[in-house]
């Protein structure tokens, strides 16, 4: 580990909109001026002073009612319907924009409203299907979204209450609606705010990064029919324009590869606990450190093989919902692990193979070691 000043001494900063983008990358291309992007490197700066403030988050973290117990939230699939909207703000970064597609509506002419209406849709099978579970907060939330926010902005984020996709800057990035595992990862911080609300900074925050990351990657693979072994287990493959040396933002299974280019730099995600970045940058490094959790998730996953969402992808939804006991918001990566490891015990067994992989994935990247209690 590096030795920069320890997580426990971070201020919590005021609560940001959850971007798919993370600071240090937009930081790189802001830069970019040099290498004849300077379209890219002003969205850059700007996307870099836009991100809004997260709206009032409905989680047990910040005061809220505490969320419903799982159990009381599992419906049948056949009982309910996506409820969507999607809007446009017509290059403006005023929310929520034209209302310009609803449930029901067909198809319109431009791309990035369908590809979200589509990714809304997803991400909402994903959940009712693999987890009974209605929309985010798991009582039939409505999923909104809007589209063409601001000039070639950078990024798309959940601010509490909606999506919101920027179009890239046509130099490093396109539209951000084109990625289906951006659509799902934003979605996701959904669901983390009304369950186990993950405090966004150090480890908590990583964590509540990489539960974004899961289910971002079980939306593409859920909506392909894809299983663990033949998934890419890249986060926003296709932002990038042809331009970057690059294949997505994030690599799971092999953090620190997603990306080589020589305006954007070298992804710096670590894959285990020994490169763990210990800084005050990105919330205490929330983006970077969230690539160790996403490779034991990884790991896990193609070990037991079949369809991700139904073993390991289960145990983590299982421990982020509480369905054997409350998450501690501001867990540790070694908490949240052990959390993991009785949620398996709990679904599928003392002696089976789910919970095995689990424990085996968590020694691999360092979070805990073999004579580890549990």
């Known amino acids: 580990m590096s030795s920069s000043s320890p997580a426990s001494s971070l201020v919590r900063p005021p609560l940001r909109a959850r971007s798919i983008v993370p600071p240090y990358l937009l930081a790189r291309i802001a830069a970019a001026d040099a290498f004849g992007m300077a379209r890219a490197a002003e969205a850059a700066r700007r996307s870099l002073l836009a991100d809004p403030p997260l709206r009032e988050e409905r989680a047990r973290a910040s005061g809220a009612t505490p969320a419903t117990p799982p159990s009381a939230l599992a419906v049948s699939p056949a009982t309910v319907a996506v409820d969507r909207t999607v809007f446009d703000a017509g290059n403006t970064e005023t929310l ?31 959940l009712l299907d693999a987890f009974g579970r209605d929309s985010v907060d798991g ?17 798309a984020f959940w601010d509490g209450e909606r999506m919101v996709f920027g179009d890239g800057d046509g130099e490093v990035f396109g539209r951000f609606t084109a990625s289906l595992s951006v659509i799902g990862h934003e979605l996701a911080h959904g669901v983390t705010q009304y369950t186990a609300g993950l405090v966004y900074e150090g480890q908590s925050g990583a964590l509540n990064e990489s539960f974004s990351d899961v289910m971002g990657a079980l939306v593409e693979q859920h909506q392909r029919g894809q299983r663990a072994d033949a998934a890419s287990w890249l986060i926003g493959e296709g932002l990038f324009t042809d331009a970057v040396e690059g294949r997505a933002l994030r690599s799971m299974i092999a953090p620190g590869t ?3 280019d020589d305006v954007l730099g ?48 289960q145990v983590w939804y299982d421990t982020v919902v509480g369905a054997s006991a409350p998450l501690d918001p501001r867990s540790t990566f070694a908490q ?15 002696d089976s193979a789910e919970l095995s992989a689990i424990e085996r994935a968590w020694v691999t990247v360092g979070v805990r070691s073999d004579d580890t209690p549990g």
Do not use: C
């Open 96 to 126: 929520p924009g034209r209302e310009v597609r609803r449930e029901q509506d067909a198809p319109v002419d431009d791309v990035a409203v369908n590809e979200a209406f589509d990714g809304l849709g997803a991400t909402h099978a994903l």
């Open 266 to 313: 070298r992804d710096p995600q670590p894959a285990d606990m020994a490169g763990y970045v210990d800084t005050r940058d990105d919330n205490g490094g929330v983006h970077l450190n969230s690539g160790i959790p996403n490779r034991a998730f990884a790991l896990a996953a193609t070990e037991l093989g079949g369809f991700a969402w139904e073993r390991a992808g």
């Open 258 to 260: 997603a990306y080589d």
């Open 139 to 155: 009582k039939g939330l409505p999923l909104l979204a809007t589209v063409h926010y601001g000039t070639d902005y950078d990024n």
């Open 336 to 350: 949240f692990a052990a959390a993991t490891v009785e949620a398996a015990r709990a679904r599928f067994g003392a």
